[in-house]
């Protein structure tokens, strides 16, 4: 079995005058990321490679989920930005076989479409609300019965769990905070 994290970025800012590629943050995408961190740590998310889009704010949500999370191998993944989800399932599929959990922090529409293009059962709860909006800072965790990653096959997933920020208790404490 393999596990696929699908993390879409924090939410963004657009500053007049800049690039898509290069926009940052936004004041609740920061307060979003480490939460999702603190998050994943709690119920043992730990992938052993993240693929992280090249865009500015993707490198910015991992490194502030990445903190929480321990010793991750971590690779910035240029063809994520702008990626269909069948660009996507390609690069799940060059995964070396080594790697049992793997998260992608990229973008929509790829994210969203390559997550409901792999379920084909799982939590109807959290199907219904990946069907509905997949928003920033957003988590589906798909599980794969492939033993290989280059055996992913659509609707062949199991959702385990959609999360979203909203959805994350408002007092969850962060790492290093006081409880």
Do not use: Q
């Not at 898509?20 to 119920?43: F, K, S």
């Not at 922090?105 to 997949?134: I, Q, T």
């Not at 997933?157 to 959805?167: E, I, N």
């Amino acid at each position: 079995m393999r596990r696929l994290i699908l993390l879409r970025h924090a939410k963004s800012d657009w500053p007049h005058g800049l690039d898509d590629h290069e926009r940052p943050l936004a004041a609740r995408g920061r307060r979003d990321a480490p939460r999702m961190g603190a998050y994943l740590a709690a119920e043992m998310l730990l992938p052993d490679l993240a693929l992280v889009s090249s865009a500015a704010r993707t490198r910015e949500t991992w490194a502030l989920v990445a903190p929480a999370l321990g010793p991750v191998e971590v690779r910035e993944e240029p063809r994520i930005y702008e990626a269909s989800s069948e660009r996507l399932l390609g690069i799940v599929r060059e995964t070396p076989d080594v790697v049992r959990t793997l998260m992608l922090v990229g973008h929509n529409p790829g994210m969203e479409d390559l997550a409901m293009g792999l379920v084909g059962h799982g939590d109807r709860y959290a199907f219904a609300r990946l069907r509905e909006k997949y928003p920033t800072c957003g988590l589906a965790v798909i599980d794969l019965a492939a033993e290989r990653w280059s055996e992913a096959v659509p609707r062949e997933g199991r959702l385990d769990r959609f999360v979203t920020p909203k959805s994350l208790p408002e007092d969850a404490s962060l790492p290093d905070e006081p409880a």
